[in-house]
Structure formats: structure tokens, C-alpha cells
């Protein structure tokens, strides 16, 4: 029975990996649309939240929704990984910050505007949140991807999440040089969305796995 119980609760985390990332893209396709005279290469997804933006109250939610499945599925892959090792606490990591950076939002849809006097304080909070969980959104799979390469049935997944993960750093390198800073917006949703699909196909590859191959390792 325990083990059974187990097994559920591991099931229903992976259901949270795909789920948490789907309504989280959905929610700022909406929001985005909903920002009248705004296209998407204007706002960040930070300001879909904002005090002043259209229905903000979907992205807040979407962004605790989000950091809550990740936290969860991120529990969840220390049974197929080791307990100890770097890449499910790096999941958990990024959900946590995901989710503080939905309660603590931008002042503003926009970065800069007529009348921005400074910066509030939960708008100083959102900057360091969001630079965590972009940090550890990128490293969990690079990590994962190392842990999992050796054990049955993951390599074709490692190799894809390290690939999903590089292509996320390497657009949210340019989206920080500011180098095509028209654009932002873009890619911005880019590089997130890069990182949410290596989520859903650890989630995915966990979801088919027989109950016998997601005991935890030794590490």
C-alpha cells in the first residue's frame, strides 16, 4: 500500500511538471493579448502582473501555479535522481522563486515610462527573485541532464534537456546584452518557454516509467 501511495503521489508530481509550464504559457498568451497597444515585444511577462496591466490577477496566478507545480514535480525527481544531488533542488529552487516573483510584482506593464519615480520595494524583490529563477531554470536541466545521461531509459531525455537548457541560455544572454533590445519581450518568452519544455519532457519521461525504475539511487 505504501509503496502504491508512493507511486501516485509520484505520478500526480509529474502531471504537475506538464500541467504547471501548459497553464503558465496559456496564461501569458492571454495576458499578452489582453494588453491593448502593447504587443509582446513591449512587455516582459513580469509586467503582465503589474499594478497597471489588464487582468494582472492571471498572471499572478499563473506564476504561483507555476512555482507551486515545479516544486512539487521537483520533490518528486529525487526518486529517479539521488536525494542529495544538485538538479531536483535546482527545479525546486526555481519554483520557489517563480512563485515569490508572482507575489512580489512589478510596479509597472512597462520597464520605463512617463511618470516612473522609482523603483517600490516588491519591485526590488521581483528582480532578485526573477534573476534566481531564471539562473536555476537553466541550470536544473544542465544538471539533470548530467545525473540522468548514465541511468536506463534517460538518455535520449538528458541529451535533450542539456540541448533545451543551452538553447534557453544562450537567448537569455542576448535578451540580457540588451543587444536586440526591440525585441525583449520575445525573447524573453523564448528563452522561458525553452526552459518549460525540458520541465515537461522530464515530466513526460517520468509519467511512462515503470514503478520499479523510480526507486531513488544511492548519491
Not at 77 to 106: I, Q, S
Request: glycine share 10%; net charge positive.
Amino acid at each position: 500500500m505504501r509503496r502504491g501511495t508512493a507511486a501516485r503521489r509520484r505520478r500526480l508530481a509529474a502531471v504537475a511538471g506538464i500541467a504547471g509550464p501548459v497553464l503558465f504559457t496559456l496564461a501569458w498568451v492571454a495576458g499578452s493579448l489582453r494588453q491593448g497597444g502593447h504587443g509582446a515585444a513591449q512587455v516582459q511577462l513580469s509586467g503582465l502582473a503589474a499594478e497597471d496591466a489588464r487582468e494582472p490577477q492571471l498572471m499572478i496566478a499563473a506564476f504561483v501555479l507555476l512555482g507551486g507545480c515545479s516544486i512539487g514535480f521537483g520533490a518528486a525527481l529525487r526518486w529517479v535522481t539521488a536525494p542529495r544531488t544538485a538538479g531536483a533542488w535546482l527545479v525546486m529552487t526555481a519554483g520557489a522563486a517563480t512563485a515569490a516573483a508572482g507575489v512580489f510584482r512589478r510596479d509597472h506593464l512597462l520597464l520605463t515610462g512617463p511618470g516612473f519615480a522609482g523603483e517600490s520595494w516588491h519591485n526590488q524583490v521581483h528582480d532578485v527573485v526573477s534573476a534566481v529563477a531564471y539562473g536555476a531554470m537553466v541550470a536544473a536541466p544542465l544538471a539533470l541532464g548530467h545525473e540522468l545521461r548514465g541511468k536506463p531509459g534517460w538518455a535520449p531525455v538528458a541529451r535533450a534537456v542539456q540541448a533545451l537548457a543551452l538553447a534557453s541560455l544562450a537567448v537569455l544572454a542576448v535578451f540580457a546584452s540588451r543587444a536586440a533590445q526591440p525585441w525583449d519581450g520575445v525573447l524573453q518568452r523564448v528563452a522561458v518557454t525553452l526552459a518549460l519544455a525540458a520541465e515537461v519532457l522530464l515530466a513526460a519521461r517520468m509519467l511512462t516509467l515503470p514503478p520499479e525504475d523510480a526507486r531513488p539511487v544511492s548519491g
